[in-house]
């Protein structure tokens, strides 16, 4: 288990920006026992950073985009359009632990972006494992590492996330498949954490995927890379509360940020194939790294609560 954040008393504006929660999870209760019946329940919004306007569509033909046109249906699928293969990395290599590369097979359409995954505390790459066919069979490449040791904490996994990045793009097998200018970080936990630091330290990433994420630093004003933040309403461990609502709000309102907290979800929940996380990490990866701007349709508006998302903030790419 990681170490805990205890909770402080939140004030009168933050229990009033958390109010929707207590009638999101009326109105799903409700819903579960009225079944068909057309009552009108009240439900959490999706909140839209002030200010914030969709992007003008791109005219010009985008040189990076890969796979066909995208639906709700592709996104959601457990397998995108390209077939995948995997590299084992030793753990021998300096900077971090090994790990096993995911890459499309196909090499006709060129290079593709890459991204670097971390797991949490005392977790091994198996707890990210699900992510590489999924992301890499839309069209990346992807980097599930180990850490150097299980406990390393936030700041050493963010330096160890980019070192896999170095290795990936400057002597792995797969180097002449990775576009170095196109690359990205997630993970898990203190993983999580571990990519916000990246971001701080590489602002040249194009996207940052922290999921449940624990770090003793409550402030990223400095992160101008875009960066979508996952959250769990169950999570007793590192609570919304204490890490990833202040992740989020500490963000520039100027950077590219989302925030989705997941309904019924624990701070485990993004080591198990997700349905929910897979398409709008598909989605904001696709945007930022891909720079694929038919991939906003799924960001902006932004999505509204449901039974699988308790809430969804943001700002509408720029």
Known sequence: ???????TT????????????RLTKLGVALAMVLGG???????????????????????AENPYERGPDPTERSIEAVRGPYSVSEDRVSSLVSGFGGGTIYYPTDTSDGTFGAVAISPGYTASQSSMAWYGPRLASQGFVVFTIDTITRYDQPGSRGDQLL????????????????DSSRLAV????????????AAKERPSLKAAIPLTPWNLDKTWGEITVPTF??????????????????????????????????????????????TEIAKYSISW????????????????????????????RGNCPH
Do not use: W
């Open 1 to 7: 288990m990681e170490p805990q954040q205890h909770d």
């Open 10 to 21: 939140p004030g009168t504006a933050a229990r009033h920006r958390r109010a929707p929660r």
């Open 37 to 59: 019946v057309g009552v009108a329940l009240p439900t959490a919004q999706a909140t839209q950073d002030s200010g914030a306007a969709p992007a003008a569509a791109q005219t």
């Open 163 to 178: 070192a896999a990045l170095d290795y990936l793009t400057q002597r792995s097998s797969v180097r002449d498949r990775v």
């Open 186 to 197: 997630m993970g898990h936990s203190m993983g999580g954490g571990g990519s916000l630091e």
């Open 229 to 274: 933040i996952v959250g769990a309403d169950g999570d007793s461990i590192a609570s919304v509360r204490s890490h990833a609502e202040p992740f989020y709000e500490s963000l520039p309102s100027s950077t590219d940020r989302a925030y989705m907290e997941l309904n019924n979800a624990t701070h485990f929940t993004p080591n198990t194939s997700d």
């Open 285 to 312: 990866l696709k945007r930022f790294v891909d720079n694929d701007n038919r991939y906003e349709q799924f960001l902006c508006p932004l999505p509204r609560p449901d039974f699988q998302i308790e809430e969804f």
